[in-house]
């Protein structure tokens, strides 16, 4: 399954709960623009390169669209288009004035020197530079961008519409980015999983986790969870994990990261597979690289009690089916890691008003936006019966489909 098919999946599932009648369901189901473009490039060495480029505008009846842009191999249009869909059910969660897109290349980065990334950045944004802006479309980062590309973004669009800092968000703290946004996604997980433990009576000191993925959101969670008392008892990254029942070292494994780039080899704990992380002895699971990563079979091997979706899409629907019967939580991606978006849009209304809030500010309000979404979708999930993850998709849609309506089509 595509990422594309698993969210139209999880989304016909709600719109059939909620009777919202097939032509609204189709109408909300189809993005409003897709783009594929050329994205060509001149390497180091002199030769051309050309890559595909995508962005898909999924909807914009609640307000501009926003996404990220990611750099990736596997990236193709029917993610990308998957991915701009949960962000509109995501900014419908929180109820941020947002429609949802994505953007990415289909490219492998870590193959590129530091001058052809901005070249392909730069390019990526002439190809697109028409269809996106502050009140159209806004970028962020997503997998393998950081807030150096999100300057480059910056630069490029302002070259062509004027100084548009409020094009993209996830910028540079020295170039109108916000405070706290670095943090943000793993911190709304933060928020999410302290509101869930107490609704579930489990004490979040001593809570054992395992994180799969340890990069900008795997890695500030686990530092995030181990501030709070928690345990984190497995990691992993692409090369490799570790793990150790009576919990990780969390300072020193950061300082093992910082010094080899990896989280494989850290002494603290036993050498382990990513697989081995996903069925950890643990109670609460953090998939945060990937999408996808957890299928049924992997499901059946998950012995936490909580799964929190850092990432996006990262449980397949037939996954989702295994934990429903064995009775694991799960918290799905577009309410677990909306803090990303949430601090993007804190960014966005910053740069709009010429002025900086401080970082206590941006978690202050983090947290209530995460505490709002959470206690809205765990009270349709109480009346109604239902997952968390359909009780979501039910207050997102009945959002989008109200806003669609009032608009008039
Ligand atoms: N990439 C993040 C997400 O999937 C956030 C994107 C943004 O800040 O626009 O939610």
């Keep these: 399954m595509t990422s594309a098919e698993v969210a139209n999946h ?49 909807d914009n009846s ?39 897109a994505k953007g990415g290349v289909q490219v492998d980065p870590t ?19 028409d269809l996106i802006g502050p009140t159209q479309d806004i970028l962020g980062p997503d997998m393998n961008t950081n807030p150096q590309v999100m300057a480059w973004v910056m630069d490029q669009y302002s070259k062509y519409h ?11 703290l020295e170039l ?53 008392g928690g345990l984190i008892v497995a990691v992993s990254d692409v090369h490799g994990g570790v793990q150790n029942p009576r919990g990780l070292d969390v ?46 079979r992997a499901a059946q091997a998950v012995r936490a009690k909580i799964v929190l979706e850092g990432a996006n899409a990262p449980c397949t629907p ?12 799960v918290v799905p991606d577009i309410l677990a890691n909306a803090g990303g978006v949430t601090v993007s849009y804190f960014e966005w209304v910053q740069n709009l008003q010429h002025l900086t809030w401080d970082e206590e500010r941006v978690n202050t309000e983090l947290h209530r936006v995460m505490r709002e979404a959470y206690e809205k979708v765990a009270q349709i999930s109480r009346s109604r019966k239902l997952p968390l993850r359909t009780s979501a998709y039910v207050l997102a849609i009945g959002r989008v489909g109200k806003a669609t309506v009032l608009r008039g089509i």
């Design 10 to 58: 999880y989304f016909r599932k709600a719109a059939r709960i909620m009777d919202v009648g097939e032509r609204i369901e189709t109408l909300l189901a189809t993005p409003v623009r897709e783009v594929k473009v050329q994205v060509s490039i001149e390497l180091d060495n002199g030769e051309i390169r050309t890559f595909q480029g995508f962005r898909v505008q999924h």
């Design 62 to 100: 609640r307000g501009p669209m926003k996404g990220g842009l990611r750099f990736h191999p596997q990236v193709d249009q029917a993610e990308v288009l998957g991915l701009a869909s949960l962000m509109t059910w995501k900014t419908a969660v929180t109820n941020l004035p947002y429609g949802g």
């Design 111 to 129: 193959q590129l020197s530091l001058k052809e990334l901005e070249r392909l950045t730069r390019k990526y944004v002439d190809q697109v530079h």
């Design 162 to 172: 004027g100084h548009s800092p409020a094009v993209v968000t996830g910028k540079p």
């Design 176 to 228: 109108y980015g916000s405070k706290g946004r670095e943090a943000a996604t793993a911190r709304g997980l933060q928020f999410i999983a302290r509101e869930i433990s107490r609704d579930v009576g489990l004490a979040l000191a001593g809570l054992r986790f395992a994180i799969h993925g340890f990069g900008n959101v795997g890695s500030h969670a686990a530092r995030l969870f181990h501030e709070d």
């Design 251 to 296: 300072p020193a494994l950061f300082e093992h990261v910082r010094k080899t780039g990896s989280v494989r080899g850290f002494g603290g704990g036993a050498a382990c597979s990513s697989e081995e992380v996903l069925a950890a002895d643990c109670d609460v699971l953090v998939p945060a690289a990937l999408g996808g990563v957890v299928d049924a």
């Design 318 to 329: 037939e996954a989702d089916e295994v934990f429903e019967k064995r009775g694991v939580l």
